[in-house]
């Protein structure tokens, strides 16, 4: 079996095709799409200026009002998100999407608008999905904390297990640090929210979704840490 540099780099590398980010600036409406959320949408890379309009008119009917609503009050409060919902691409093929944003500010720390990424969580018998499938076999028996941080994100968002999987390795990714790390950071923040027997808002696994590679330590970072 590979050594854990390897698995990581594997699991964590590459470029997740049902996974992409997206800005939103408040003060001119202004967008941007990740190559990823581009062809989600049915677009190539580079072929399209998402504006409001465009981002909206991609949405399911049945889902339209409740976007439309989410984001009228992201403009007004300036809050982390999380919504799910459906969207229609210009091949006009349903996407089901879990969509998380946080704050986006600025050098002075001024709330400019809302940053954060889209997850395609839309059933499919893709072969790229078995391959993840078999990435997870391959961890499972030594990597009992993703699996872990797996089932808590299945739990918050609703999303399979390899919905969740593909969340995860994409923030290991982006944020540059290594899968198991991350997982063990989400477990350690999730375990230190006080609650009784109704969960905290969703707002608050979102930001720490988000925020959860400031926090982490290297292996090497958490050893001395604990000697």
């Not at 699991?11 to 997206?22: E, H, I, K, T």
């Not at 009228?72 to 879990?98: A, G, L, N, P």
Request: hydrophobic share 40%.
């Amino acid at each position: 079996m590979p050594g854990d540099d390897t698995v990581e780099q594997a699991l964590a590398g590459g470029s997740p095709q049902r996974v992409g980010w997206f800005r939103f600036y408040f003060a001119d409406e202004r967008w941007e799409w990740s190559d990823q959320v581009q062809r989600l949408h049915g677009y190539e890379p580079g072929t399209v200026t998402p504006t409001t309009e465009l981002v909206l008119s991609h949405k399911h009917p049945d889902d339209y009002v409740e976007v439309a609503a989410t984001l009228d009050e992201i403009r007004r409060t300036h809050k982390t998100f999380s919504t799910r919902h459906r969207i229609i691409d210009t091949r006009q093929m349903v996407h089901d999407v879990i969509v998380i944003g946080d704050r986006l500010c600025d050098e002075d720390g001024e709330v400019v608008g809302t940053h954060g990424f889209y997850v395609d969580v839309t059933e499919t018998d893709r072969v790229r999905d078995e391959l993840v499938n078999a990435a997870v076999a391959e961890i499972a028996e030594n990597r009992a904390v993703i699996e872990q941080a797996k089932g808590m994100l299945m739990l918050i968002y609703r999303i399979s297990n390899q919905s969740a999987f593909e969340l995860l390795k994409w923030r290991s990714q982006e944020t540059n640090v290594k899968l198991r790390v991350l997982a063990d950071q989400l477990l350690a923040d999730f375990a230190k929210l006080t609650y009784e027997e109704v969960l905290p808002p969703r707002g608050t696994f979102d930001h720490l979704l988000l925020t959860a590679h400031l926090r982490a330590q290297p292996d090497d970072a958490r050893a001395k840490s604990a000697s």
